[in-house]
């Protein structure tokens, strides 16, 4: 099982060098991620974006591209569609976010499913490492789905359960987060717990437990508790997979890590590999981390694709 | 201006003793508070309940020994009538809430006739002390509203300025959250924020600067946002942030209290008087803190 950022980053060195198609790395932050990623051994990158951009930030942080793969172009859209369709066509095991708003790559991820028939829908998986917590815990839908209906969180959880199961975990617990609390009347992410409990009873998601608990304050506390001290809080409360009410949320909450001393990885399974959704926002380790959790999950994800 | 919740009590200290009128006062853990509260020298207490159960619950507390009151109405629903009216004829001047049903307690709060309210919403602001900036910040509706449309949206900000301005945050910089920090026609809540953020600038809040829609890494971090080219005061500096619905806001206060472990005081906001909520993710510790606040409120209302 793999626990820790140490672990992924020990196989990582291992299992790569992964093909990954960058998109916009013309931050230098991103390409700083990519030089020390390429150092260690995790992937061999294929840098797509604006030439002149990309020139200069690669010397900025004093990385040599010229015997990369590179592709010049500046529209978004199309540099977009270039890494979903490498990566849908095997050129690439994994695909990166650089300085490009996520929308774009969305898109492309999406009419690449839809070419290839897949009928599979995708979603943002925002790992993080918390350090008092010996093993990861993620959010879901952290990026694409804006108001998930019930059937499209099935989608959701099906993705998460997967990522646990490839990162070794065998039953992975569940929370479906929803603000149903003691006023406010019936609540619609409440309601869809209680369906996506009936189908995970129903093992259609595979291993997992979707626990009772649909908040924070039900998870550490019960339903009748109350927090009587800080020093009471176990953190190995928290359940691997908080599937969240919506986009908003999901995105406030997996990026509260600015407050936190917590590692965070974003990517996408696609059907025919991952993506990598760092924050535009995010430093050079960051990245490197990031980059490395895609390797370790590419490696696991040959030949199993997520229903 | 209050930094964090021990100079809210030290403030709260100097403004003499504020009548708190606990209805229905039938628990144990309601008593410890205000004992507590009563040695700070911050309230001298009004119990509303059966009048032997609170006998009971007093005997042998530091209260016993003080200044009380006890009224004597032993139906829980009819003591927190009994207590809002007490407080709208000034006979006391904050009122907790005791052992009963939030929804109930919520609904006398904000019946218009016979209720408590200021104007026609309340709001819950979520108080933190933020370890990584020596001052407090507010996350807000955190509990009463479900999904908030622009114009509840706009209560909501005005009753946390006013909590911010009683903090002594005179000019309050608010992040309104959202998804990401572009306005995006898909995503509602960008809008909104878009719109506020409209708002203040054409100073329609006062002396309030809002910014918006930011994703929450551009509101924590001057260096992301000006990394996603977001130029504005607020990034890095809020005092409030604004959530875009409930969802959000009731998971996120949770979030910061049960995983970055900040200290969290609630404040309803909206009422005429200050109304203190018996909020199950709010520590014993921070419950005076709560009371504390009641006080700085009374002038103010809630």
Request: charged share 25%.
């Amino acid at each position: 099982m793999i626990r820790t950022l140490d672990d992924v980053i020990k196989l990582a060195k291992e299992e790569g060098p992964k093909k990954l198609a960058v998109l916009v790395p013309d931050d230098p932050e991103f390409m700083l991620a990519i030089k020390k990623s390429w150092q260690n051994g995790y992937i061999e990158p294929v840098l797509i974006g604006d030439r002149g951009k990309m020139e200069r930030v690669a010397d900025k942080v004093e990385f040599d591209i010229s015997h990369f793969e590179k592709i010049f172009e500046e529209d978004r859209q199309t540099i977009a569609n270039l890494g979903a369709k490498m990566l849908f066509e095997g050129e690439v095991e994994i695909e990166s976010k650089g300085q490009i708003p996520t929308s774009y790559i969305y898109r492309s991820i999406i009419r690449e499913e839809s070419k290839a028939g897949s009928g599979k829908k995708i979603s943002v998986i925002s790992l993080w490492e918390i350090p008092e917590l010996d093993r990861f815990v993620a959010f879901t839908d952290t990026g694409v789905n804006i108001a998930p209906d019930y059937q499209a969180k099935v989608g959701v959880v099906k993705d998460a359960v997967f990522l646990f199961h490839l990162l070794g975990y065998s039953r992975p617990s569940v929370s479906v987060l929803s603000s149903r609390r003691e006023i406010g009347g019936p609540s619609d992410s409440y309601r869809d717990a209680q369906l996506l409990k009936s189908v995970a009873a129903s093992g259609d998601f595979g291993e997992c437990e979707i626990l009772e608990a649909t908040s924070l304050s039900d998870i550490f506390l019960g339903q009748e508790g109350r927090l009587s001290s800080y020093s009471d809080i176990n953190i190995k409360n928290l359940p691997e997979i908080l599937l969240v009410p919506n986009l908003d949320t999901g995105n406030i909450l997996c990026k509260t890590d600015f407050f936190l001393n917590v590692t965070r990885c974003s990517l996408v399974i696609s059907s025919k590999g991952l993506v990598n959704i760092p924050s535009r926002a995010d430093f050079s380790d960051s990245i490197m981390e990031q980059i490395a959790m895609c390797v370790v999950v590419a490696d696991r994800m040959k030949g199993e694709i997520s229903g | 201006m209050a930094l964090n919740f021990a100079e809210i009590l030290t403030d709260a200290q100097k403004r003499g003793r504020k009548r708190l009128v606990l209805a229905p006062a039938r628990e144990e853990r309601f008593i410890e508070v205000i004992s507590e509260a009563v040695i700070a020298s911050i309230v001298t207490p009004i119990f509303v309940g059966d009048g032997k159960v609170i006998e009971k619950l007093l005997k042998g507390t530091s209260i016993s020994s003080g200044n009380y009151e006890i009224i004597d109405v032993p139906d829980y629903q009819k003591a927190v009538s009994t207590a809002i009216n007490m407080i709208k004829e000034n006979r006391g001047d904050i009122l907790m809430q005791g052992a009963v049903p939030h929804q109930f307690f919520v609904d006398a709060i904000q019946d218009r006739e016979n209720g408590l309210l200021r104007g026609s919403l309340t709001s819950f602001v979520s108080l933190f002390e933020m370890p990584q900036r020596d001052r407090l910040a507010m996350v807000t509706d955190s509990y009463v509203n479900n999904f908030p449309t622009l114009a509840e949206k706009k209560m909501i900000v005005e009753n946390a300025v006013r909590l911010a301005n009683v903090l002594g945050i005179r000019s309050p910089k608010i992040a309104a959250l959202a998804a990401i920090e572009q306005v995006n026609p898909a995503i509602p809540s960008t809008l909104d924020a878009a719109v506020l953020s409209k708002m203040s600038g054409r100073k329609q809040f006062g002396d309030v600067t809002i910014e918006g829609p930011l994703d929450i890494d551009c509101a924590v971090s001057e260096m992301a946002a000006a990394r996603k080219g977001v130029d504005s005061v607020v990034t890095g500096n809020v005092d409030i942030y604004l959530a875009p619905d409930i969802e959000a806001g009731y998971s996120l206060s949770q979030l910061f209290v049960f995983v970055s472990r900040m200290p969290m005081a609630g404040v309803l906001m909206g009422t005429s008087r200050p109304v203190i909520l018996d909020m199950p993710f709010v520590s014993t510790d921070n419950k005076l803190t709560e009371v504390a606040m009641a006080v700085l409120l009374c002038d103010r209302g809630g």
